[in-house]
Nanobody
Framework: QVQLVESGGGLVQAGESRRLSCAAS????????MAWFRQAPGKEREFVAA????????YYADSVKGRSAISRDNAKNTVYLQMNSLKPEDTAVYYC???????????????????WGQGTQVTVSS
């Protein structure tokens, strides 16, 4: 079992930055990959970024590549998503998710993640 709690959301102006955090508990954090997804009103949940548990290798969706950075601190059982140059289209509820099954592959599919947090709202005003 893994419990995930996101924080760091809020209202920001376009062009500003925001760092989201996701604190994990339960199974040893260093043994599974983590990801961030987001869901805007009326849209499906979409992949944002993922980071492997072996080597901390990141992978990004094209929509955030170059503007965001995912990282993890295994000592703090926390994964972060630093988002820069935010745009109104980044407005969404952001969820972190844990993948306990894959060792090397980073998945972009919601169905392949085993545990989810409750989400944190990020609103970007223009």
């Amino acid at each position: 079992q893994v419990q995930l709690v996101e924080s760091g959301g809020g209202l920001v102006q376009a062009g500003e930055s925001r760092r989201l955090s996701c604190a994990a508990s339960g199974r040893a954090f260093s043994t599974y990959s983590m990801a961030w997804f987001r869901q805007a009103p009326g849209k499906e949940r979409e992949f944002v970024a993922a980071i492997s548990w072996i080597g901390g290798r990141p992978y990004y969706a094209d929509s955030v590549k170059g503007r965001s950075a995912i990282s993890r601190d295994n000592a703090k059982n926390t994964v972060y998503l630093q988002m820069n140059s935010l745009k109104p289209e980044d407005t969404a509820v952001y969820y972190c998710a844990a993948d306990l099954r894959r060792e090397l592959e980073l998945s972009t599919k919601t169905a392949e993640y085993d545990y989810w947090g409750q989400g944190t709202q990020v609103t970007v005003s223009s």
